[in-house]
Each structure stands twice: as C-alpha cells, then as structure tokens.
C-alpha cells in the first residue's frame, strides 16, 4: 500500500464551478500537509498549507484535513481555467527530512 | 522572500558531457533536496542535505553527484548520463530546523534536461 493515494483524473469541469480533489494516506504520524499547482515543465508552487487537523482558507482554495479519517481535501471556488493544473497532495511527519507526495490530479477547467 | 532558484532552465546534453545543475536559497532553511520528476509523475527523491550534509541517498547511479558548497546553495554534478535520465530536475528546500524541520517545502521552476 501506497503511503499516499490520489485519485490521478483527469477532471474536467466547467469554468466557475466547484472543484474537490482529495488524498487519503496510512501513516499517523503525519503532521504536515501540503498542497501544490504544478503548471507543465514547471517546478511545483505551494498553494496550501495545513498542520495537524483544521480547515484554511485562502481566497477561493479551502484545504481540510481530518487526520481521524486520514483524509485530505481542497476544495477551490469559482474555478477558472488558469486553474487548469496537475494538483498534488504532500505530507510530512515532524521528524525525518522526507516528503510523501501523491500522484496528482490533472484538472482542466473549460471556459 | 520564498524562491527557490534554479539553473538552467533548460539543458541539452551528450551522453559523454559534464554538466552541473544550481541552485540557491535566501531562506535561511537548513535542508535541501534534489527531486526528479518524470511527465504525469509524481516529484521522486533523489539527494537531501541536512545542515551541509548529505542525509538521505535515495540509491541514485554515481552518475549523480550532488554537492553542497555551504547552506544557501545545492550542485548536482552529471556525468555520462543515459537517455532514460531525461526529466525535470527540481530543487526545494525546507526549514530542517529541530523546530518544525518538515513544515513546508518550497520548489524551485526546476530544469529540463535532455539527454541525447
């Protein structure tokens, strides 16, 4: 078993919809929860950032971690077609300098 | 400031060429980490250096030699690389500090190489 599952995609939704993409992981040690826009050939960029369990919100990404269900979700808003991405899920326990990233789901947002 | 910054965007190269690949950040973070991602995959661990010192090798080909000069910067030495070493070569880095070493990584743009 992976130590961190993303459901792949791809997703295509209409511009100005609501999109939810989410991860479930096995280890309970992990504190720290991360998610990422990867444009293609690009380095991927940090767009949300959570520790421990909780909700942020930041413009029109929402992230939500429930570590009782080890399950990790992002939620964005009125979504636009510069939204169109791969987003990945990561996450990291507090020691041990390793990052678990899942597969990434590649989301096309159509005008 | 949170930039990670990586050169050359791009590279091209022999299979009997030396080359290096930089980085460098301002961010006062203490790990650094070499990735490597193939198209519609996921980052994949190459290198981390903990203050100055490698910490994990990830069973990477000698043909890889990382480097790491001194706390802001990271090399990753290439040498008689193969085709199937063509991918986008990702530099990030993270606190690495005893308090909340692991909290965020930050990526740079990365490099593209090519291997003919």
């Avoid at chain 2, 043909?63 to 063509?86: G, I, T, Y």
């Amino acid at each position: 078993q992976k130590e961190v599952e993303q459901d792949p995609g791809p997703l295509s939704v209409p511009e100005g919809a609501i999109v939810s993409l989410n991860c479930t992981y096995s280890n309970s040690a992990f504190q720290y929860f991360m998610w990422y826009r990867q444009y293609s050939r690009k380095g991927p960029e940090l767009l949300m950032y959570t520790y421990s369990s909780g909700n942020k919100e930041d413009g029109r990404f929402t992230a939500q971690v429930d570590k009782s269900s080890k399950y990790i979700s992002l939620f964005i808003r009125d979504s636009q077609p510069s939204d169109s991405a791969t987003y990945l899920c990561a996450m990291s326990a507090v020691t041990g300098n390793q990052f678990y990233f899942g597969t990434g789901t590649s989301l096309t947002v159509i005008p | 400031d949170t930039e990670v910054t990586q050169t050359p965007k791009h590279l091209v190269m022999g299979m009997t060429n030396k080359k290096s690949l930089k980085c460098e950040q301002h961010m006062g973070h203490r790990a650094m980490y070499w990735y490597k991602q193939k198209a519609k995959k996921p980052p994949e661990l190459m290198f981390v250096y903990s203050y100055e010192k490698l910490s994990i090798n990830e069973s990477v080909p000698s043909r890889f030699s990382p480097e790491c000069p001194n706390s802001s910067l990271l090399n990753l030495h290439l040498h008689a690389l193969q085709p199937e070493d063509s991918a986008l070569y990702l530099c990030a880095s993270s606190s690495g500090r005893s308090a909340n070493p692991n909290e965020k990584l930050f990526f740079g743009s990365g490099t593209q190489l090519s291997v003919l």
